[in-house]
């Protein structure tokens, strides 16, 4: 099992920049891949972003694309999402994902491809 805290979620000003965290702990030597997935009231969750632990690549939905940047600490099991330049529209609640189970099959945007979740951290933006 593989559990996951994220933080860094808060009130921030449209243009304004927030960096959330995702510490996972538990059988992190399987994770294949870490997501940040969102949901707004009213909404399906999400796809933002996704990082590949094999080979650290990195992937995007367009609305963030060139505002958001993911990394990854492996040596502290730590996943961040840098957000710039955020928008009324990325007020959502964030949620951190892994996927702990092999696979050949690389499919990052998809809330089914995950195995485990954390309980997200609220950003709202205000305009």
């Known amino acids: 099992q593989v559990q996951l805290v994220e933080s860094g979620g808060s009130l921030v000003q449209a243009g304004g920049s927030l960096r959330l965290s995702c510490i996972a702990s538990g059988r992190t030597s399987s994770v294949v891949a870490f997501g940040w997935f969102r949901q707004a009231p009213g909404k399906e969750r999400e796809f933002v972003s996704a990082?590949?632990?094999?080979?650290?690549?990195?992937y995007y939905d367009d609305s963030v694309k060139g505002r958001f940047t993911i990394s990854s600490d492996n040596g502290k099991n730590t996943v961040y999402l840098q957000m710039n330049n955020l928008k009324s529209e990325d007020t959502a609640v964030y949620y951190c994902?892994?996927?702990?189970?092999?696979?050949?099959?690389?499919?990052?945007?998809?809330?089914?491809?995950?195995?485990?979740w954390g309980q997200g951290t609220q950003v709202t933006v205000s305009s």
């Open positions: 990082i590949k632990m094999s080979d650290d690549n990195t």
């Open positions: 994902a892994v996927r702990a189970r092999h696979t050949t099959v690389i499919y990052v945007r998809s809330t089914m491809w995950y195995d485990y």
